[in-house]
Nanobody, 116 residues
Framework: QVQLVESGGGLVQAGGSLRLSCAVSVRTFSSFPLAWFRQAPGKEREYVAA???????TYSDSVKGRFTISRDNAKNTVYLQLNSLRPEDTAIYYCSISVSSSWDYWGQGTQVTVSI
């Protein structure tokens, strides 16, 4: 059974930083792409960043240059470094993995709140 557990969220002032972690229980972690999504109050869930098997990240335009996705295959963990945070980054952040189909397993989410 695949399980994902996010951590690292919290309250931060605008311009600050956070690092989110997502520990994944899955065999051959290194064989799967991973991603982060977020959902703000009253809005649909949106894509934030993804990382492929080679460790190359891709980003939505709204976070490009501010967020960095990375993975540690030895620890079965994917990270999201959030820098230069803005109030509009406030959301629940979810990690996801593609095992059998696109983004078929999800974590429970971690709240990020950015104050003015």
């Amino acid at each position: 059974q695949v399980q994902l557990v996010e951590s690292g969220g919290g309250l931060v002032q605008a311009g600050g930083s956070l690092r989110l972690s997502c520990a994944v229980s899955v065999r051959t972690f290194s064989s799967f792409p991973l991603a982060w999504f977020r959902q703000a109050p009253g809005k649909e869930r949106e894509y934030v960043a993804a990382i492929n098997l080679s460790g190359v990240g891709t980003y939505s335009d709204s976070v490009k240059g501010r967020f960095t996705i990375s993975r540690d295959n030895a620890k079965n963990t994917v990270y999201l470094q959030l820098n230069s945070l803005r109030p509009e980054d406030t959301a629940i952040y979810y990690c996801s993995i593609s095992v059998s189909s696109s983004w078929d397993y999800w974590g429970q989410g971690t709240q990020v709140t950015v104050s003015i």
